[in-house]
């Protein structure tokens, strides 16, 4: 009953002529084009203003400043799935590992499984050693890489390249496998 009055009004309003079928707007009870819908105009006299209580002001003013929350030091908070140091520990590594195997291939014309075959596996192991500690010990310090990320290179910037150095590496050893050798 009361969705039936609500649409006789709308229908029987003065703002539902017909003028003409140009254009349509979704009304939340019928579609009315918008040429029928006039423009309200601005009041121009009418301010809304906003006072707080005075309790409300003697709270706030004497209320410590808000401070930035503090990066968690914890090991597993650091290194948990949606912590700071997987991916890009996992980045870092990719970058490494794909230039590294970008450039022994061009030289050398070896592929990936060849030179992990051929003595890559130590040279990986020390490298992973060695990049997860370099990445770890600031976060440990508690300092954050986006605040130490400005200019050209930023923390996002190393992200993104990470990520693609972790697709680069993967697509350039399935190629490799598909061809059955090196992509020279």
């Given at each position: ?7 006789q ?25 918008t040429?029928?819908?006039s ?27 808000q ?6 030091t914890n ?10 140091g ?9 970058m490494i590992?794909?230039v ?39 976060l ?10 400005d ?34």
């Amino acid at each position: 009953m009361a969705a039936s009055s609500a649409m006789q009004s709308i229908l029987a309003s003065p703002l539902t002529r017909v003028v003409s079928n140009r254009s349509t707007r979704a009304n939340q009870f019928l579609i009315i084009p918008t040429s029928y819908v006039s423009p309200v105009p601005r009041n121009a006299s009418m301010r809304v203003r906003c006072m707080a209580k005075k309790e409300q002001l003697e709270s706030e003013t004497t209320s410590p400043p808000q401070s930035t929350p503090k990066v968690s030091t914890n090991f597993y908070d650091l290194l948990a799935f949606s912590g700071p140091g997987p991916e890009r520990i996992n980045g870092r590594l990719a970058m490494i590992g794909f230039v590294s195997a970008m450039a022994v291939e061009l030289s050398n014309g070896q592929d990936v499984f060849a030179q992990i075959s051929n003595g890559g596996i130590p040279w990986f192991l020390g490298t992973s050693i060695v990049l997860t500690y370099a990445s770890l010990i600031p976060l440990f310090k508690g300092i954050s890489v986006e605040s130490k990320s400005d200019g050209f290179m930023t923390s996002d910037a190393e992200m993104w390249n990470g990520r693609f150095a972790m697709l680069g590496l993967v697509a350039l050893a399935f190629t490799e496998y598909v061809k059955g050798g090196t992509l020279i």
